[in-house]
């Protein structure tokens, strides 16, 4: 997500389900520009300057031609590379030892081929490594050393990722640790009286008295070409100072990126952990595919995740965001949390511009 979300923000939030729920019922949807639908298209969740250059030269491929699987590669690249950025590829934050580990996903309609690397170190590029792995070998997702080692032997040069910036700020929060820290329970079962797990967690704690939030951060880029073949790529940091070999949704097919050629496309951002359990793009890929639109089916899948946590603990509101496209190039974004509703870049004939959808729980 180009705004980063804390999870301190998140917990937060969850004070007050009725008039959260009431929000959803009430839900405002600004689906203006949804509506439309054009091709070729591109759209990414990043709504900052790199974004929109990001979308610049994703637009030129698909208006001389190109194929939607080049255009969401090039765009995504421009974000990997920007140093400024801690949520993706160089300058990510890194994990709780300092090193910057990489998730990224690749899928292409056309051929129903997809590509992942998790975990991987040193090399800027992480969605075009998932592309090799997609186009060059009968795997899907490679991880850690053995995707260092693959990347390595296509050539990739290996770099340090950790800018000045990342490190500050990683160092801000490792001063602030406590020899009694720990993770804790799952946000979603913290508050919780009858669970042994209610107590919060000492090292979120800590981080949190110090104003250093933890923070989630992606980008997402789908694509319909001038052919009507599909594509996507997420790409992230992951959840900053995550456990060494936390592998979050973005590189998981089906949670944090999905394509179906005759369908749309869908890509997620946000807490990882509820994107894995709920398949989320793949929801709300079969959402479109039953018919509802792009901007519809981000917010079927909203509900979905907020019915299964009202059952555990009525008062977690998890944070995400979704975005989506149809193959006639309709689309649409979603936000769970926020104080304005999901906005995300859209490049098509009419040049590139921002899209304003939902949010479901209004801050
Ligand atoms: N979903 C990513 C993860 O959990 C982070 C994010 O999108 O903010 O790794």
Redesign the pocket.
């Known amino acids: 997500?180009s705004n980063?979300?804390s999870r301190r923000s998140f917990f937060n939030k969850s004070i007050g389900l009725g008039a959260g729920l009431l929000l959803f019922k009430d839900l405002k949807i600004h689906s203006s520009g949804g509506k439309i639908g054009k091709t070729p298209i591109i759209i990414t969740d990043h709504t900052n300057e790199t974004g929109q250059n990001a979308m610049k030269a994703g637009w030129e491929i698909l208006a001389n031609g190109g194929s939607a699987l080049d255009a969401v590669e090039k765009s995504t690249n421009i974000v990997e590379v920007d140093p400024e950025d801690v949520?993706v590829g160089y300058g990510g934050l890194p994990n709780e030892d300092g090193v910057v580990q990489l998730?990224s996903s690749i899928m292409d309609g056309k051929t129903y081929s997809a590509g992942a690397v998790a975990c991987l170190e040193n090399i800027k590029n992480p969605c075009s490594v998932a592309r090799i792995i997609m186009e060059k070998t009968d795997h899907v997702l490679l991880v850690g050393k053995g995707a260092l080692d693959f990347a390595r032997k296509w050539g990739f040069k290996e770099e340090n990722l950790l800018t000045d910036k990342a490190r500050n700020i990683w160092l801000k929060w490792k001063e602030n640790l406590n020899p009694d820290d720990d993770w804790g329970a799952p946000d979603h079962l913290r508050g919780l009286r009858d669970l042994a797990q209610q107590k919060l967690s000492a090292l979120r704690r800590t981080v949190e008295a110090q104003g250093i939030e933890f923070?989630?951060?992606?980008t997402n880029h789908l694509s319909v070409d001038k052919n009507g073949d599909i594509a996507g790529i997420?790409s992230?940091?992951?959840?900053s100072f995550?456990i060494p070999g936390?592998?979050?949704?973005?590189p998981i097919i089906g949670a944090?990126l999905y394509v179906d050629n005759e369908v749309g496309a869908a890509g997620?951002?946000?807490?990882?952990?509820d994107?894995i359990k709920s398949c989320a793009s793949y929801y709300i890929v079969m959402r479109m595919r039953e018919g509802r639109t792009p901007q519809e089916a981000c917010e079927d899948a909203m509900k979905m995740i907020i019915d299964k946590y009202k059952k555990v603990n009525p008062n977690f509101f998890p944070g995400?965001?979704f975005i989506a496209l149809n193959k006639k190039g309709e689309y649409g974004c979603a936000l769970m949390t926020g104080k304005d509703p999901a906005k995300m870049y859209v490049a098509n004939s009419d040049g590139v511009n921002i899209y304003t959808g939902s949010v479901v729980f209004k801050k």
């Open positions: 997500m980063n979300i949520s998730d923070t989630y951060g992606t997420t992230t940091s992951g959840l995550k936390r592998v979050g949704d973005s944090g997620a951002t946000g807490r990882g952990e994107v995400e965001k």
